[in-house]
Each structure stands twice: as structure tokens, then as C-alpha cells.
């Protein structure tokens, strides 16, 4: 009898544990179902193409598949354009990643207290993301031309003209279009951050007579670390689309200080020039993934150092 009672209940546990397994199959199934057009999207416009270019890089012509190395990686590396469109590329990111994060980060801050009209001043800073590329872009010739507002302004005080789009100081002003486009976007991130700091932690700190700095590198920069390296990351792609802006103020072949590898690129394939095309395009994808990589790392021991 016991032993009829015992192989019964072994008997349920295996029908239980193959009805589990039977669920999670069918669980997989459907979610594999959902991702597959994602997954199938992604190699489709993605991998395949990026494979296809990594491999015209290895050839001698679009005409002519035979292989010739790193050829054609040596021909751009040693180009002098492609050198000074790298240097401006990074030098720009270098200034305008930092700024957008630590800006947006520090307004954040400020409308995330009780300061009077914060609904308006996250609606000014929201504004510029409704505003069309060419807009934005004859508002700064407007502004910046040679004949422009600023120029009228400061000739009133007896300053003469200056093109600032031909000199050194096309980098400000890039910049600052760039910071005034991308500035609440980050903002608005950084303030769904805050919001979902959990108010206990924060008045139990200040109950124990933690100040608002120590409140916030204690408390509130452990839940900002993942919303920090996801702007930080949207910063950099940003930047290297600012492309489009600099392309319609200025042309192909703008003054140096705002030649970027996109310039670069896009020259190379109006002339056909495809290997040199690739081998540029492979190069900026490889330090896209580094300088991505150092980021995730980063985020990763910074965040762990943060909780511990």
C-alpha cells in the first residue's frame, strides 16, 4: 500500500515537472516569436550590411575582388583629411558629451526642488527637440553669419565683423547648437531619475543629519548610474550626428576646425571611392565599440563601487 501511495506521488512530481517543462517551452516559443522580427530586423539592416563592408575593405575595387590586406585601412590611416576630420570628431565629442551630461545633470538638480515656475523652464528647455533641423539651422545662419544678428550687435560697439563659421570659432558655436538641442532631452531623463529616488532613504538620511551634498553622492548617485551611462551613450551618438547641422551651414568641404569624419565619408563616396569609404567606416564603427565598451565598464565599477 505504501508503496502504491509512493509511486503515485513520484508519478505526479514527473507529470508536474513535464507540465513545467512543457510551459516554459511554450513560454519560449511565443517570446522567441516577438523577438524575432526585432532579431531578423537588426541582421537584416544591421550585421549584413556591416559584414558586406568589412568585407569590400579587404578588396582592391568595387570591380576587382582581389584581396589586398590592410591595404586600404594604411591608404586612410595615412590620409591627411581623414587624420584631421578623426582629431576634430573626437576633439568635439571630448567637449560636448561632458557638457551635455554634466549641464542637463545640474538642471535636473535645480527643477527638481521647489522652484517657482519649473513647469515653464522644462517646457523652454523641452522646446528645441519640436524644432526641425532646417529651422534650427537658419536660426544659426541668422544668428552667426557674416551679416548676421550677432555680428550687428557687437558692431554697435565699435567690434568688427567676424565670420564665425570659418574660424576657430565654428567649434563654439557647433557646440552650442548642439548643447541647446540636446540639453532637456537629458534633463527630462535625469529628472525621471530623481523622481523615483526612493523619499524614505532621503528623509531617513536627513533625520541622521546628512546635508543635501552627501544626501546626493550618497544616496541619489546610486540610482543615477544607470540613467548617467545611457545619456552619456546617447550624448556621444548625438555628437556624431551633428553632422547634418555643420553639412547644412556650411557644405561639403566647411573651414578645417569643422571638418568631421562624416565629411570625410561623404566626400569619399561622391567620388566613389568605396574601399576608402569602408575601411573609414569599419574604423569609426571599431572605436565607436571601444569608447562604448570603456563606458559599460566604467558604469559597471563605478555603479558597484556606489552600492557597496
Known sequence: MHMQEAKEVKDHKALRSRGKRIRKIKEWFVLSGFLFPSFAGVMLFFFLPLIVIAINSF???STNTEFVGFDNYERVIENKAFLMAGKNTLLFSAMAVP???LLALLLAILLNTKLPGRSLFRSIFLSPMM???ASIVLIWQVVFSFNGTLNTFLGDFGIEKVDWLKTNWGRVVILLLFLWKN???NMVLFLSALNNVPVELLESARMDGAGSV???FSIKLAYLYPTLFFVCIMSLISSF???REVYLLTGDIPFNALYFLQHFM???FKSLDYQRLTSAAVIMCLGMILIVGVLF????RLGRDVEE
Do not use: T
Not at 297 to 300: D, K, P, V, Y
Open 59 to 61: 578588396q582592391k575595387s
Open 99 to 101: 557638457l551635455a551630461v
Open 131 to 133: 524644432v526641425p533641423v
Open 183 to 185: 540639453l532637456g532631452y
Open 214 to 216: 552627501r544626501r546626493f
Open 241 to 243: 550626428k551633428i553632422f
Open 266 to 268: 561623404n566626400n569619399a
Open 297 to 300: 565598464l566604467a558604469e559597471s
